[in-house]
């Protein structure tokens, strides 16, 4: 299901991160913008080189729908055979836990809803927000372990139908113009909260939404150790020319425990560049 839009390398734009915006949800359903006063700094949003993308041996082509990672040989006894593990991630399937969204992958078809959305129960503010089973399952338990580390944070938004996030678009276009309103907020159709595998997590009022989020102990310690559940930070600080989005502490993905224990042993900053992705700095 590949093909019908362009995976190639495109120019890197520096995109000006001159604001950034928290959409707070109120309590009657209704969302009002607020500029967070971090986010006109920008010190930290400086143009990084685009990520070199490197095919490996034996991994599939970006646009063959499915990333094969290789992992390192490991050490064996000499008369045992070789073995190197394959692990292989369907990135195309918007249905898939491993589906990678971003400014040049929107989901497939647009209006993609996933089926098996779930209350967040047990989570503060978790009740009128909703995430696929598995990952809200994942949600909760990394919940309580944060929690038990004196980490706990509340859920800000999770899931985000299209036409709600056409709303939210569209809204902030008419009030900033379409420019800005694409250096922090998504399309409808290329919305990570799209999947119901996204969440946005908070744990004072005075950093929700906010890049101080990541220096308050439920953002060190998501960021630590979200992948033991299956969770990334996926927006991480100085990635925007890979990502197309400013440093966002607070928004998790969920990812799966393989991928994500994957990515946190090979290193690298971002989904695209663990997955040889090409980078996504803008639309195409
Ligand atoms: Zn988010």
Redesign the pocket.
Known sequence: MTGSHSRQRRPTTAVAAALAVA?VGAAGGTAAWAYGPDAVTGAEDVPIPAVTVTAEPGAASPGSGIAAVTAPDVSMPLDAPSVTAVLAFDIDDPASVTVVVNKTRPLEPLTFAPADLVALTGIPGGGSQRMRTEAADALQAMHVAAADAGAGFSV??AYRAFGFQQSLFSDYSARRGVGSAETFSARPGY???QTGL???IYASSACR?KRCFGDEAAGQWVAEHGWEYGFVV??PRGQQDVTGYVY?P????YVGTDLAAALEEGGAATLEEHLGLPAAPDYD
Do not use: G, L
């Open positions: 959409v800000s938004t919305s990570e909260h996204a969440v946005d939404i996926r927006y966002e607070w928004h998790v993905r």
